[in-house]
């Protein structure tokens, strides 16, 4: 996300939810690595966020195993299991209820 930590914020208390996607920590934009992205995520919370991958992409992976990928390298980034359910379950599921 480019917006500040004060905009972000300010985005969840009116109830949003913020979506960090795994494509940049790809080789082919690698602007942020995993480790970013897990602070990233960290700062404002895991229960105010999701996570996507952003691929589709002729010449990325297939989007199931992006999201394969994103997860094993948040969990090797050190991200808990429990804020990745968060992100990739829980709050989508909220989501759409």
């Given at each position: 996300n480019?917006?500040?930590i004060?905009?972000?914020?300010?985005?969840?208390?009116?109830?949003?939810?913020?979506?960090?996607?795994?494509?940049?920590?790809?080789?082919?934009?690698?602007s942020?690595?995993?480790?970013?992205l897990?602070?990233?995520?960290?700062?404002v919370?895991?229960?105010?966020?999701?996570?996507?991958?952003?691929?589709?992409?002729?010449?990325?992976?297939?989007?199931?195993?992006?999201?394969?990928?994103?997860?094993?390298?948040?969990?090797?980034?050190e991200?808990?299991?429990?804020?990745i359910?968060?992100?990739?379950?829980?709050n989508p599921?909220?989501?759409?209820?």
């Open positions: 480019k917006e500040s004060e905009e972000q914020n300010k985005l969840i208390s009116l109830g949003s939810y913020l979506e960090y996607t795994f494509l940049p920590c790809m080789p082919s934009v690698n942020v690595s995993p480790t970013e897990k602070e990233k995520i960290r700062r919370g895991a229960n105010h966020c999701i996570l996507t991958t952003n691929f589709g992409q002729p010449f990325n992976p297939p989007p199931p195993e992006g999201m394969r990928m994103a997860i094993g390298h948040l969990l090797a980034a991200l808990s299991e429990k804020d359910e968060m992100l990739v379950k829980t599921i909220g989501l759409l209820t």
